[in-house]
């Protein structure tokens, strides 16, 4: 699997739109880019996955450059429930079921 | 109820002890994962299993045994349990389905070894 970097803690202002980077320069062309969430004490929930084409559905947006080096998570309008540690993965669907987290990027959602 | 639950939430045990960790899945899902999740390391597999009587090795696995006689249930077991094994620990499931599906996560259990 593919080795993703995260910054380690970003801050977003409720109402407006978090953007969350994730760097994976040494993707393969078959590897996806899965994004999970953590709320504090929870299990992890699946937010979004792509592999070329961006990606929207009713949680978030999923920007995949045209290289595929890296992607941007996108919650359009945050709201202090998405106060959260966020996961970038890359993996190949093929490759077994395990999946490999990183140490994520914990977004805090000021009022 | 439907979904994926772990048993107990919470456990404190005695170093040397032998404990096991309860996941169970109503979904009937193939796929099965344990985690631990530290400060610092975020969360690393442990084990995994791709149907009953099916396991493998994630990153993490010494000092601890998995079984999977049922495909709803997945135990995970401490042997002899240490204090590095303090950690919270999270079951997941999924089913194979066509291409990628979500791995659905219990609620986790904290485990404490003094």
């Known amino acids: 699997d593919a080795k993703t970097t995260q910054p380690p803690s970003m801050d977003c202002a409720e109402g407006r739109a978090a953007n969350l980077p994730c760097n994976h320069s040494t993707i393969s062309g078959n590897e996806y880019v899965y994004w999970y969430r953590q709320i504090h004490s929870q299990g992890p929930q699946y937010i979004i996955h792509g592999l070329k084409n961006n990606e929207t559905n009713e949680m978030a947006s999923l920007i995949i450059t045209e290289d595929r080096k890296s992607s941007t998570l996108i919650l359009p309008h945050a709201t202090l429930r998405d106060t959260a540690v966020y996961y970038c993965?890359?993996?190949?669907?093929?490759?077994?079921?395990?999946?490999?987290f990183g140490t994520g990027t914990s977004l805090t959602v000021i009022p | 109820d439907a979904g994926i639950t772990q048993s107990p939430r919470y456990k404190i045990t005695e170093t040397g002890r032998q404990v096991t960790l309860m996941c169970h899945q109503t979904?009937?899902?193939?796929?099965m994962f344990w985690y631990r999740q530290d400060l610092g390391h975020g969360l690393r597999l442990i084990y995994y299993?791709?149907?009953?009587?099916?396991?493998d090795k994630g990153e993490v696995p010494d000092g601890y045994v998995v079984s999977r006689s049922k495909t709803e249930n997945f135990p995970l077991t401490l042997e002899s349990a240490t204090r590095s094994q303090t950690s919270v620990y999270f079951c997941a499931s999924r089913d194979p389905g066509q291409g990628y599906t979500e791995a659905f996560f219990g609620q986790g259990t904290r485990l404490t070894v003094v």
């Open positions: 299993s791709a149907a009953a009587d099916i396991t």
């Open positions: 979904w009937s899902h193939s796929y």
């Open positions: 993965i890359v993996r190949a669907s093929n490759t077994g079921n395990q999946f490999y």
